[in-house]
């Protein structure tokens, strides 16, 4: 399969390649690049003036949605759908109340407040819920156990974690970094560039991500409650109970929820952003930790206590986490192995064994796609030529076809 070795913007962001991250826009600068909030929630990047040919290659370098790169080295056992991991477990937040307003178990919520405690960093770089407009998010720095807590919970919405990133390293102070698995492949795509980045960022957190959604899908449940966004005070993806309910509060103190299972069970409304539906690594290769759902089949179908599989990927990592346990602040119950992922998130497994098969259905459409360095896909993947690679071509073809990879406004057009 052709790889491409430079991309423009426009290919990026009208491909649906974007996965809004702000990187592009912290490291390039104002003075090249602007950026329009569009109705599906995305902060898309535009040129303000054409790109020198050193800033293309810096864009392509850098940009997850395009080049999604994987660690050099190996602390300890690497497993082929997995990647490595130093230690694979399950636990919780020790705290029940962290527990519960976490969107399962707590664990990340718990490690952020570790860091701090223990003056690892100086504080954490993650997201919380826009007070002004709370279907969004907002790039959040928390110093104290009381701002980790307050910006705990899932957020379901586009974000921009990265748009800070240059300012925080011009600054000097190590910090740790809480978010998707493509937010730590631009931080590492970054320290390929930037020596400053491994320097400074002591902590690369992640959730195993289903992938996130456009802003209509959950515009449906305020029609549905006759809401306006303008009236709310509070938006909950997720959390207050495992996996918690889907809910809103307006001004006026009127409350409405819906069951997550039930917003989740067709997966014809998901409405997930392009990229992420090929997503080669939405299990946090990059990132030192990552944190994951627990349910089996991958579906919730009740309310439970919060359990999180914990993917520790290399020393720092697993020091890391063993450190939260010394402190109390992480109870751990169950030692784990490969196949209690593949048990848990067998959705994350069909989809690294259907990517390839998507990218030759882009390729044999002349569209760029994202490249990667991880080793094992050609080894998991489904094989050209038989029946299961054949169905997802065929069905990413359709998908391209009626224009299902373009932003909603191409779409429409």
Known sequence: MEIHPHYSLDEIVENGLCTGCGLCRSVLGAEVLTFTNEEDGLER??????????????????????????PDTVDGSYDPMWGAYTRLVRGFASDPAIRFRAATGGVLTALAIHILESGKADYIMHLRADPERPMLSMVQRSFSREDVVAASGSRYSASAPLVGINQALDEGRPFAFVGKPCDATALANL??????????????????CGGFSELSKFGELLDRWNMEPEELTRFSYRGNGCPGPTAAETKEGRVEGVPYWELWSDESTWRSF????????????SADLAALDVWDDGNATQEDDGWNGIIAR?????????????????TLDEEWDTGELDRCQPHQVRKRQAVKARYAA??????PYPRTGDPCLDGISHQPGSEAFEREKSGTLSRLARGGHLRPESRET
């Open 362 to 367: 882009m390729a044999e459409n002349g569209l």
């Open 274 to 285: 392009y990229r992420c539906k090929i997503c080669p690594d939405a299990i946090g290769l």
């Open 45 to 70: 990047p535009r040129e303000k003036r054409p790109m020198s040919g050193q800033e293309k290659a810096t864009l392509n370098a850098i940009c997850p949605g395009v080049n999604v790169s994987v």
């Open 191 to 208: 320290a390929r560039l930037d020596a400053r980045v491994n320097e400074l960022c002591r902590y690369k957190m992640v959730m195993v």
């Open 314 to 330: 290399n020393d720092v990592g697993r020091e890391l986490l063993e450190g939260a346990v010394a402190s109390g602040l992480i």
